[in-house]
C-alpha cells in the first residue's frame, strides 16, 4: 500500500510516495475512504463485466504509468493488507471477489479468461449425486433476513429460464429437481443472536496470522435520514468514533480502526492483533468494548461535535470533486423516484452546520441499538465458545434495560454468497418493497424499536415493459470541469438471491455471455482514430442500492461521440442476435471453472478483511455463502448442463434494453445520462462549445440499431506462442547456461536459507532472483524490471519513454500472433500482464497460476515481449492522442493543475516528472520511442524476480529456456545516462504560487514540497551522507535528553553500528519519520486547528535517481487553505522545537512493523523485496537488505530519525508551495475573503496523542 513505508512496498522501485500528478484512486484499502460517502459501486459491489476500451486497460499489456502525484485518501496511511487473491488473482471471474466499479468511471480490471477449445460437456445426471445439501450445525438464514434487499417483482412477473429439453420426461424432472436442490451453507461460520436482538457472525480465519477483524454495522445510512437530518448519520460516525476514549486504549497495540457511513448502514471496524507483548491475554474483549462504546454508548460532547463539524465541511469540499458530482448526477436519475436520488451520506452543507448536540443525540436514540446492528469478527480466532462468552459480556446488558425485548424473527441470518457467488441478480422472484413511512423525531420511552424489515427501505420503478408509460429522454449533465464524453444506459431490476443450483446455474451462464464483449469490440475496432475510448458492460447487484443495475458505459472524445453510441449499440446488437459461438462457451466455462478451481486451492489464503467484506455485502443481498471449496464443486456440479441455446437466450434478455432500444416487447432502460463537457479543443480550431441535444442523442441509438451485423467469426487460439521446434532451434543457437552470480566466490547459484531466495546469472546477462513459496497455493508472480525510465528521455524527446510503453501496450503484438490472439492465449492460462512506466524504471509484471504449464506460457510471452514486439502506427498515434488529451485535462482538475504547476517550479520546468506537453507529443515518431525503450530492454540493464508456488526443476528450466534464449544485447551505459536533475534555486515569484480555477462550487487544496535524499541516502548536490552518518550520530548523541537514556537501554550497541553503516539507514529512518509527521499532521491540522479533512507527509525515494523529495497535501477551504499550509510549514519545522518523544517511535516501528507481518506472506511483497537485488543500477541492494529489516527497525532511536530528518530541506529558501482554490470567484472575492477569519495563532507545540497513521486511520463518510 502506499503511504507511510519507505522499505515494506510491494511496487517494483520500492517506493510508496510516487512522483505524480493525475490523481488516480488507487486499489488498496486507502481509497474507501473518500469513496464512501460517494456511495459509489467500488465500496460494496460485485459484478458481471466486460468492457472494451482505448484507454487504459483494453491491452494484453495493462499499461500503468505511473506519472500521477498520488491517490486520494482521508485515512492517514494506515495499512489495510492488500488480500493475497486480489494481488495475484484478478482475472474476470464467474463469481468475482473484487469489488464492482464505480458508477460513472470506468474501473474493468484488464483480465484473461483460460480457453480450452476442446472442452467437452460431461451428461447433466452425473453432477446429480454431488448435489446433496449439507448439513451445517450452526444458525442458518437467508430468504427473511430483515435487512436483505428486497428481491421482487411485481405480480406476474417471472424471468424466463430457458432450459434445453431432455431425454425423457423421468430425465426432466430429475434435473428440474435439482435445479431447486439448496447450495450448502459454509461450514465454518458461527451465526448467533443476543437477548437484546444483537446478531453477531463468527469466522475463524488463519490470515493474516494473530490478528481478527471486527467490524459492527449498525443498520442505519443516510436513507434513514428526514429532510432536516441530511448528513447526520454520517455527522455520528465522526462524533462516536472520534470521541471513543476506550478505542484511544487500542493505542500502541497495533490494533486500527476506521468507520465510514452509506446509504444503508453505518460501519465502525477495528483491525487487531489477538495479542500483544505488552497487554495481558486476549485483546478482544478490548476491542468489542471499544465498538459497544463507539456504537451505542457514545458521548455527544459539545466540542467534538464542533470540531468533527469543521473536519465534515472540510470533507465536503475535498470530496467535491467533478468525478463525486458526476456520479451524484448518475444516481440521482438511476434512482429518481426514491429517496437515493437525494440522501447521499456526506449531506447538505447548511444542515451540517446547524446541528446541536441534541439533535444528534436524538438521531442515535431513534436508531443506534443492538437489535438493529450486526457484529462481524473473522480472524484467527480457536475458540468459538470463549468468542461467544466474550460477545454476551460486552454486549448483553446493552440496551437491556431501556428498551422491550425484540419480537422474534427467524434466525435466516442473511444468506451469505460465497466467493464463488457473485452480488449480481440472475433471476426474478414476486413483491414489491415499500418506502418506509417516516419515523418520529422526537424520542420516546414507548417506541418500540425494530430491526429495519427491508434495507434499503425504498420503492423502486423496475425496468420491465410498459412500466414508463412514455420513454425517459436522455438526461444530460454538462460542466465545464469535464474533458470527454460519456454516456450511460441504466436496466433496474430486483436482486435475486443466489440459494440453489438453478440460481447458480443462471449466474454462470449470464457471465459466460457477457464475457465475450470486451473482446470483440476490442477485435473490430483498430485504427489510429477509434469511434471511442471505452464501452464497459456491467451487471451487478447492490445491497446499498437494494437492485441489480445493468449499465453500458461509453466513453469517447467529444467530437467522435455519434459515433461511439453507435458502434457500442452495434455491438451490443450484434452479441444479443448472434449469441456467442460455440468456441466461446468451451473457452470461457472452461476459464470459469479453472479460476474456480484456483480460488478453491487458495482457501486457506483469503485474508480475513476479505472474507468479511464479501460476507457483509452478501447479507444485504441474501445469497448463500458457501466456502471455496463448495463453491467450485457446485460450479462443477451446473457446468456440465449448461448449453449454447440456454446461455445465448440467458444473455440476450440482460441486453434487450440496448439491442431492443424502442420496442414496446423490451426492457426500457431506467434512465440515460450523458456527461459532456461545455468547451472542447478541436485541431485547427481551438476551444469550442460543445453542443448537444436529447433528440441526437435518441438518433444515434438508432443509427446503432440499423447498422448491419453479421455473425462472430471463431477466433484460431494459439496453444502456445513458441514451439517446441522452435524451442530447441533457440537453445542449440544461443547454448544458454548460468554463470558465476558472484564474481568472487565464483558460485552459479547463491542460496540463501534465511529467506529463501535464490539468485542466478544467465550467460546473456539477465540476472533472476526466485523464491519458492507456498503461501499461495499453485500461483506465481514474475516481475521485470528495466534500468532507465522517463528519466533516460533526451531533452529533444520528452515523453518518448511513456509514449512507448503505452504504443507497446496499445499494439499487443507479438511475432505473428495477434493482439486478440495474445490475449485469447492469456485468458487460455490464466495469465495477468502490465506494462508500467516510472521516472526510473520500466516494469512488466505477470500472474498466473501452476495448472495447465500456466507459469511456461507466462515465460514464453516475456520471451516474445523481448525479441518479437511489433511496433504499430495505430496504436502509436492512439497512444500519442491518449497523453494529448490527458495534457489538456489538466487544467480543469484542481488538484493535477496544482500538483503540476509545483513540479515544474521544485525541479526548473524538468518535463520528465509530468506529463508531456502537446509541442513535445508532436515532436515524437515511432521509431524514435521505440529507440526510447528497446534501448533500455538490453540483457545487462534487466532483472527478472519470480515468487510462486513452483518446484526448482520447473522454474530453472524456464529461466534457462526462455529468458536464456534471449537474445544478448549490452547497453546498460547508454540505458543509465540521464540529463542531471536538479532542484530550482530559490526565486520569489516561484517558490510559493497559487492556482484559480473557476468552478461552481468551492474547494481549495495545497503542495508543499522540498528536496530529499535517495533511499540509500544520496543527494541531488552530490553527496553521500551514509559516509557521514556515524558523525552526525554522535553529534546527536551528545545533545542530553530524558529519552536517550531509555533508549541507549533498549538498542543495543551493535545494532546500532549495523544500522549506521547499513545501506538502509535512510530507508529505516525515513519510514520512522514519516510515520511520526504523519501522527502529528493529523494531531494539530486536523484535530486541534480544524483546518482540514485530509492532510498527509510522503516521501519519494528513489533508488537509481541521486536524488527525492518529500509532498505534504492537504485539502481544506478557500478561506482556510493558506493558514493550512502555515500549520503543516509549522509541523514540518517543529521537530526541532517539540522533540521526537519516545512512544512516537515505538508507535512508528510497531506501525512499520505490523504492516510487514502482515504482508511477508504475499508473493507481491516478497516481489517488492527482492527488486534490484542484483541490478547493477541500484549497486547498494543486497540480501542483507531483505533479512536485516526487523532488526533495523528495532535498532532505530529518536537520534537516527532526526539523522534522517536533518536531511530534508525545511528553509523557507528550499520549500516549495502551491495552493489551488477553485470557485465562482477564483482568484477574486475569495482572496479577500481569506484574511476575514480570525487569525490563527501559532501552532502549539503539542505532542500528539496517536491520533495519526501509527494506529488509526480517520472516519470515513
Known sequence: MQGSSVVFNTKPVLVPINSNSSFNHTTDGSNCVVFAAKFNRVQLKKSVGSSAQRGRCSRPFLVRSK??????????????????????????????????????????????????????????????????????????????????????????????????????????????KFLRIEVPSHPKLYRGQLKNGLRYLILPNKVPPNRFEAHMEVHVGSIDEEEDEQGIAHMIEHVAFLGSKKREKLLGTGARSNAYTDFHHTVFHIHSPTSTKDSDGDLLPVVLDALNEIAFQPKFLASRVEKERRAILSELQMMNTIEYRVDCQL???????????????????????????????????????????????????????????????????????????????????????????????????????????????????????????????????????????EEKSPQIFQHELLQNFSINFFCKVPVNKVRTYGDLRNVLMKRIFLSALHFRINTRYQSSNPPFTSVELDHSDSGREGCTVTTLTVTAEPQNWKNAIKVAVQEVR??????????????????????????????????????????????????????????????????????????????????????????????????????????????????????????????????????????????????????????????????????????????????????GIVQRRLSNGIPVNYKISKNETNSGVMRLIVGGGRAAENADARGAVIV??????????????????VEMFCVNHLINCSLESTEEFICMEFRFTLRDDGMRAAFQLLHMVLEHSVWLDDAFDRAKQLYMSYYRSIPKSLERSTAHKLMLSMLDGDERFVEPTPNSLQQ????????????????????????????????????????????????????????????????ADLQHQQVY??????????YIAGPAPNRWGFTYEGKYLLESISNISKIAESSNSEEQTGEVQHADKDLQGRLQSHPLFFAITMGLLQEIINSRLFTTVRDSLGLTYDVSFELNLFDRLKLGWYVISVTSTPAKVHKAVDACKNVLRGLHTNRIAARELDRARRTLLMRHEAEIKSNVYWLGLMAHLQATYVPMKDISCIKDLTLLYEAATVDNVYAAYEQLKIDENSLYSCIGIAGSQAGEAVTASIGEEEPIEGVPNVIPMGRGSSTMTMPTT
Open 67 to 176: 506519472n500521477t502525484w498520488r491517490g486520494y485518501s482521508s485515512e492517514l496511511k494506515e495499512l489495510k493488507p492488500l488480500s493475497k487473491f486480489a494481488d495475484t488473482h484478478q482475472h474476470i471471474r464467474c463469481f468475482q471477489s473484487c469489488k464492482r466499479k464505480q458508477i460513472g468511471l470506468n474501473r474493468f480490471k484488464s483480465g484473461f479468461f483460460a480457453d480450452k477449445s476442446a472442452f467437452h460437456f460431461p451428461k447433466p445426471k452425473i453432477y446429480y449425486a454431488q448435489a446433496r445439501k449439507a448439513h451445517v450445525s450452526c444458525a442458518t438464514v437467508g430468504p427473511d433476513e430483515p435487512h436483505a434487499a428486497s428481491t421482487t417483482w411485481p405480480d406476474g412477473v417471472m424471468e424466463n429460464q430457458g432450459m434445453e429439453s431432455l431425454d425423457s420426461e423421468a430425465e426432466r424432472r430429475e434435473f428440474e
Open 331 to 469: 444516481l440521482q436519475h438511476l434512482h429518481s423516484e426514491n429517496k437515493l436520488s437525494k440522501r447521499f451520506p456526506i449531506g447538505l452543507e447548511e444542515q451540517i452546520k446547524k446541528w446541536d448536540a441534541d439533535k444528534i443525540r436524538k438521531f442515535h436514540e431513534r436508531w443506534y441499538f443492538p437489535a438493529n446492528a450486526t457484529l462481524y469478527i473473522v480472524g484467527d480466532i480457536d475458540n468459538i465458545s470463549k468468542t461467544v462468552n466474550h460477545i454476551e459480556a460486552v454486549f448483553g446488558q446493552t440496551g437491556v434495560e431501556s428498551e422491550p425485548t425484540p419480537a422474534n424473527t427467524p434466525r435466516s441470518f442473511g444468506g451469505l454468497a460465497s466467493f464463488l457467488v457473485p452480488k449480481l441478480s440472475v433471476g426474478l422472484t414476486n413483491g414489491l418493497s415499500q418506502d418506509r413511512p417516516p419515523a418520529s423525531v422526537e424520542p420516546s420511552t414507548n417506541i418500540r424499536r425494530e430491526r429495519h424489515a427491508v434495507r434499503p427501505p425504498v420503492q423502486h420503478n423496475w425496468s420491465i415493459p410498459g412500466s414508463y408509460g
Open 574 to 755: 450484434r452479441l444479443k442476435v448472434f449469441g456467442v459461438t460455440n468456441g466461446e462457451l468451451a473457452r470461457y466455462l472452461d476459464a470459469l471453472l479453472k479460476d474456480s478451481e484456483q480460488l478453491a486451492s487458495m482457501i486457506d489464503n483469503i485474508s480475513s478483511v476479505d472474507n468479511l467484506d464479501f460476507i457483509m455485502e452478501s447479507d444485504a443481498l441474501g445469497h448463500t455463502v458457501m466456502d471455496q471449496r463448495q463453491g467450485h464443486e457446485c460450479l462443477v456440479a451446473v457446468a456440465g448442463t449448461v448449453t449454447l441455446e440456454e446461455v445465448n437466450s440467458v444473455g440476450a434478455e440482460v441486453l434487450e434494453f440496448i439491442s431492443d432500444f424502442g420496442k414496446p416487447s423490451s426492457r426500457p432502460p431506467a434512465a440515460i445520462v450523458a456527461c459532456v463537457p461545455k468547451i472542447v479543443h478541436i485541431d485547427g480550431v481551438g476551444e469550442t462549445e460543445f453542443k448537444i441535444e436529447p433528440e441526437e442523442i435518441l438518433a444515434s441509438i438508432e443509427a446503432g440499431l440499423k447498422e448491419p451485423i453479421e455473425a462472430e467469426p471463431e477466433l484460431e487460439v494459439p496453444t502456445e506462442l513458441i514451439s517446441t521446434e522452435q524451442l530447441q532451434e533457440l537453445r542449440l543457437l544461443r547454448s544458454p547456461s548460468f554463470i558465476p552470480a558472484d564474481q568472487e566466490q565464483k558460485v552459479t547459484r547463491i542460496y540463501d536459507e534465511d529467506t
Open 804 to 821: 512507448g510503453v503505452r504504443t507497446l501496450s496499445e499494439g499487443g503484438r507479438v511475432g505473428n500472433f495477434s493482439r486478440e490472439q
Open 924 to 987: 515524437l515518431t515511432l521509431e524514435r520511442v521505440k529507440d526510447a525503450v528497446m534501448s533500455q530492454f538490453v540483457t545487462d540493464n534487466m532483472e527478472v524476480s519470480v515468487v510462486g508456488d513452483f518446484s526448482e526443476e520447473d522454474i530453472e528450466s524456464c529461466i534457462l529456456e526462455y529468458l536464456g534464449t534471449v537474445r544478448e544485447r549490452r547497453g546498460y551505459e547508454r540505458a543509465q545516462q540521464y540529463s542531471p536533475i536538479t532542484f530550482r534555486p530559490y526565486s
Open 997 to 1006: 480555477l473557476k468552478d461552481t462550487d468551492e474547494r481549495a487544496c495545497a
